[in-house]
Nanobody, 114 residues
Framework: VQLQASGGGLVQPGGSLRLSCAASGITLSINNMDWYRQAPGKQRELVAFTTSGGYTHISDSVKGRFTISRDNAKNMVYLQMNSLKPEDTAVYYC?????????WGQGTQVTVSS
């Protein structure tokens, strides 16, 4: 299983970014997928997840600004981030668990700054 995250960058407050996570070695349609983030000096935190059944959850800290979606045909999961704030600055990771083994993407840096 490999996860490849991309789409991060530098954006001004109020801007938008869309992160992508490409999954290989699995059938995404039967797996849940998460996005986590880790800011400097802070613990990694769950941002959003999507289940194989189509349920999605967005953490309170980003609710109303972030959405998670998936394209099972392409084995891709996306994190659309709108109205970005400086406190959203972090490395963002996609993650899944298969057969009780956790897999992490390499992370993509998101920096929100003017």
């Amino acid at each position: 299983v490999q996860l490849q995250a991309s789409g991060g960058g530098l954006v001004q407050p109020g801007g938008s970014l869309r992160l992508s996570c490409a999954a290989s070695g699995i059938t995404l349609s039967i797996n849940n997928m998460d996005w986590y983030r880790q800011a400097p000096g802070k613990q990694r935190e769950l941002v959003a997840f999507t289940t194989s059944g189509g349920y999605t959850h967005i953490s309170d800290s980003v609710k109303g600004r972030f959405t998670i979606s998936r394209d099972n045909a392409k084995n891709m999961v996306y994190l659309q981030m709108n109205s970005l704030k400086p406190e959203d600055t972090a490395v963002y990771y996609c993650h899944l668990v298969k057969d009780d083994i956790p897999y992490w993407g390499q992370g993509t840096q998101v920096t929100v700054s003017s």
